[in-house]
């Protein structure tokens, strides 16, 4: 096998997805459009609820920069991983591969705690509602925010510095369409230990702590809609919830897969599934499930598309 020196710090050869040319066409295709899809999904919902001004409520406002951390996270990875798939360039430097990485994982770590804060948030709002302006303040939101991204900064920075200090002498090609913490540790002749329990605990509890936040507020919120006497009230209850219940569920099933296990279980199949899935097909789901399983935004929809045709009858 190919082996290089650390101190040069060379390319690193991505080897993407497959080796068929036929399979890469099609990937090619079908990534693209996803994409795209992510893109136009993602601005459409922020645009909404820019727009709209009964959508300026907590809620919305931490779903807003949900939508921007998605089209961050799928920027910084689909747009590379169609250039390997459509051209011969599968080389990535040594700087970008971990300024790939430092991007990932920060935002990653923040979409967590994003998640976590839109939970405390309905949980405010159906289990203390009388009291909700002014627990879910401008300020509380604002800190909330703030702390996700601050969180995934320090995750982000931890893992980075703890594993450029590896000397990575084996070989040069990273078996993954993206750089990743298990494939690049995979090819590091020092001794990883240390750095995976960093990555370990600093995964774990970014993790664990968003969904114990979560799981905590939504047995409250469960707790508190069985107690409701009429089943329209518990559905209309339940309905503010579904929509992120389900992005929660979807996003951090594919997480957990990933991370939470050692780096020897590391499987190239299984983790590329995995990965094409939270990486790629998330960002473009997440505002088709805030949209279409969400009442508050097709009414936000038709009010503009009513507005925008009152217009033109007046013109």
Known sequence: MYT??????????????????EIQL????????????????NIGM????????????????????????????????????????????KSISYTNC????????????????????????????????????VIMSPRCCLALLTGSYVIG?????????????????????????YCDTSPLLFLSCSDTHVVEIIIFIFAGSTILGSLITISGSYVSILSTILKINSTSGKQKAFSTCASHLLGVTVFYSTLIFTYLKPS??????????????????IPMLNPLIYSLRNKEVKSAVVRLV???QGSRKLI
């Open 4 to 21: 290089w020196n650390h101190t040069n710090k060379p390319d690193f050869i991505l080897m993407g997805l497959t080796d068929s040319k």
């Open 26 to 41: 099609i990937l090619s295709v079908l990534f693209l459009l996803i994409y795209l899809i992510t893109v136009l999904g």
């Open 46 to 89: 922020m645009l909404i609820i820019y727009i709209d001004t009964q959508l300026h409520t907590p809620m919305y406002f931490f779903l807003t920069h949900l939508s921007i951390v998605d089209l961050s996270y799928s920027t910084a990875i689909t747009p590379k991983t169609l250039e390997n798939l459509l051209t011969t360039n």
């Open 98 to 133: 971990f300024a790939q990485l430092y991007i990932f994982i920060l935002l990653a770590a923040t979409e967590c705690f994003l998640l976590s804060s839109m939970a405390y948030d309905r949980y405010i709002a159906i289990c203390n509602p009388l009291q909700y302006p």
């Open 153 to 177: 900064a320090v995750d982000s920075t931890l893992t980075v510095f703890s594993m450029i200090t590896l000397h990575f002498c084996k070989s040069n090609v990273i078996r993954h369409f």
């Open 264 to 281: 020897k279980s590391y499987s190239l199949g299984k983790e590329q599934v995995a990965s094409v899935f939270y990486t790629i097909v």
């Open 306 to 308: 009513k507005k925008r």
